[in-house]
């Protein structure tokens, strides 16, 4: 954030907390309105913040109700692809719990819908959503509450300010587990580092023999999933709940669990498949594809399915040396 935006972060966030709690309370919105910063700004310094905060962020919308049982501050897409909808804790710690968790079950149960609304080519509706709350009042009820719900998708930002001689500067620091997304080798890191011991071999077999398809695979990657993108689209995607791994390649993104390397056979022989017909989409069909490393001899065409006879008569040799 710039200096000037700095102040109007933590304005930002306090007015909308005030905006919610004046909704709650019944006051009249023009009693609201009189009492708050212009609605524009808040929410500019609300992005600012949010935008320093998770980098790689694409505010797609502000102000959000959701058919009456469901609202956000903005909606954004996180660099893996991923929505966000931002939401910014009322002054009842017990009252935000409850409306991250309605928050998240709709975003969960319209992901498609919501990225029909948004209309953004990042959004990937087959990611479950992100909800992050921003609590002005850095509430330590609230972080421990929700904190148990990181793994679900949700994260709790409180809003510290530093003063110095240098001038005034608020910013969202993070209160529980943080789950930036992050390109290539640090996203693949990131979310094999978060896999259970148990998953950590089959994980790292997946992810090394996914990363030897094609150069031109991008991967984008945090604690809980990864995908795989080819010139912009994807082409598989890799999610970690609790102790299961799951594994979807396109088009049908049909989630598959990975336990052993055999399991990892079928994923990679499905995504090379996808991959080749992505970039030649006049092959033969049912054509039996493997990852290049894997090639033996096996993978060879049967003998007798073409002629053991030789290259060329004597006849033409003869002609050749002539």
């Known amino acids: 954030m710039t200096p000037g935006d700095d102040t109007e972060t933590s304005e930002a966030a306090h007015s909308a907390r005030g905006r919610r709690a004046g909704k709650r309370s019944g006051r009249s919105s023009a009693t609201t309105e009189e009492a708050e910063l212009d609605p524009s700004g808040v929410l500019a310094a609300l992005e600012a913040g949010v935008g320093e905060a998770l980098p790689g962020l694409e505010i797609l919308d502000r102000d959000l109700v959701f058919d009456q049982v469901g609202r956000a501050d903005l909606a954004a897409v996180d660099a893996l692809g991923r929505l966000v909808l931002v939401l910014v804790a009322g002054e009842d710690p017990d009252q935000a719990v409850l409306d991250a968790l309605d928050l998240l079950a709709y975003a969960r149960t319209n992901t498609s819908l919501l990225a029909r609304h948004f209309g953004s080519r990042r959004s990937d509706p087959g990611l479950e959503p992100r909800v992050v709350v ?189």
């Open 134 to 322: 921003v609590d002005p009042a850095c509430d330590e009820r609230l972080a421990v509450r929700l904190g148990a719900l990181s793994s679900a998708g949700v994260e709790v930002f409180g809003v510290r300010t530093l003063r110095s001689a240098a001038g005034e500067r608020a910013y969202l620091v993070a209160t529980g587990r943080e789950s930036a997304a992050a390109t290539g080798e640090g996203g693949i890191r990131a979310f094999l580092d978060a896999l259970p011991l148990p998953l950590q071999e089959v994980g790292e077999e997946l992810t090394q023999r996914m990363s030897r398809l094609d150069e031109e695979l991008l991967a984008t990657g945090d604690a809980g999933s990864l995908v795989w993108r080819l010139h912009g689209e994807v082409l598989a995607r890799f999610a970690c709940s609790g102790d299961h791994l799951t594994a979807s390649v396109a088009p049908h993104h049909l989630p598959a669990a990975v336990r052993r390397s055999a399991d990892v056979d079928g994923v990679l022989e499905e995504a090379l498949a996808r991959l080749v017909a992505e970039l030649d989409p006049t092959g033969p069909p049912g054509a039996r594809w493997v990852d290049r490393d894997d090639f033996e001899e096996a993978d060879l065409p049967p003998r007798g399915s073409v002629s053991d006879g030789p290259i060329l008569t004597d006849e033409e040799i003869r002609a050749f040396q002539a």
